[in-house]
């Protein structure tokens, strides 16, 4: 059979997208082949905050994330323009917190169990559209397919090869990693009755 649908890129947008053809149209799984420049686990940038969304998009695969190590967030509170909001949810968390290379190789994991075949510690170098298939040239080798998803991040070669005139834009984001803390009870009360807009779902 085939490795006629290429996904570039082995993060969640790849690995979801596997799934859930695999899950709509099961005998697709063997034309599945999903490229990865990394090797899991590997690190990704990212605050790691997965939204009660993710869950029940996860959850409808099938899928139980909290087999990954997690802490639960009961709030989380955005600060903007000196103003803010504070999302909760009602009887549950409103985040779920993880850390990406440890959620990332798991959803791999997930996806090799449901026979999808990702190949680690592959590059892809450049992406030629045809008039009837797509070249993927890589440092394994080229790859012919019918179908490709670019799911190689936000400045991906796939964007690039593809959208080669399109301007770039970049932002700028500082992550800062703190010490664990519990919130004592009056410093919570303190705290909600600040002026914020709570959002209950
Ligand atoms: C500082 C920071 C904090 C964030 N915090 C949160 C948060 O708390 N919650 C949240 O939901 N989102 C958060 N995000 C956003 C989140 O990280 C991204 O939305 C998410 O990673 C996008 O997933 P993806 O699969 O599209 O891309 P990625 O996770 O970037 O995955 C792309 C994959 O493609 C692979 N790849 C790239 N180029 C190639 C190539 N040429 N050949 C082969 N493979 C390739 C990469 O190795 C990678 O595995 C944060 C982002 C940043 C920067």
């Known amino acids: 059979m085939p ?12 690995l979801s997208t596997a799934l859930h053809l695999v899950q709509i149209a099961p005998h697709l799984t063997n034309r599945i082949l999903i490229l990865e420049k990394a090797h899991y686990p590997r690190p990704k940038l990212c605050a790691g905050g997965l939204t009660a969304d993710a869950e029940i998009i996860l959850q409808r695969l099938g899928l ?19 103003k803010g909001l504070t999302i909760s949810l009602p009887k549950t968390h409103a985040l779920r917190i993880i850390r990406r290379n440890e959620f990332d190789a798991w959803l791999a994991q997930k996806a090799r169990d449901k026979g999808i075949e990702i190949k680690e510690d592959v590059t892809v170098k450049n992406v030629q559209p045809q008039d009837d298939c797509v070249i993927v040239e890589t ?20 964007r690039r090869c593809i959208l080669p005139n399109e301007s770039i ?20 009360t303190s705290y909600s009755k600040r002026k914020q807009s709570p959002i209950k779902q």
């Open 3 to 14: 490795k006629d649908i290429l996904i570039l890129g082995g993060g969640p947008s790849g």
């Open 64 to 82: 139980d994330v909290s087999e990954v190590p997690h802490v639960d967030a009961s709030a989380a509170h955005l600060d903007f323009a000196g």
């Open 139 to 158: 440092d394994a080798g080229s790859f012919t397919a019918q179908i490709l998803v670019g799911a190689d991040g936000s400045n991906g070669i796939t």
């Open 169 to 188: 834009h970049t932002a700028r984001v500082l992550e800062v990693i703190t010490p664990e803390r519990s919130v004592s009870a009056s410093e919570a």
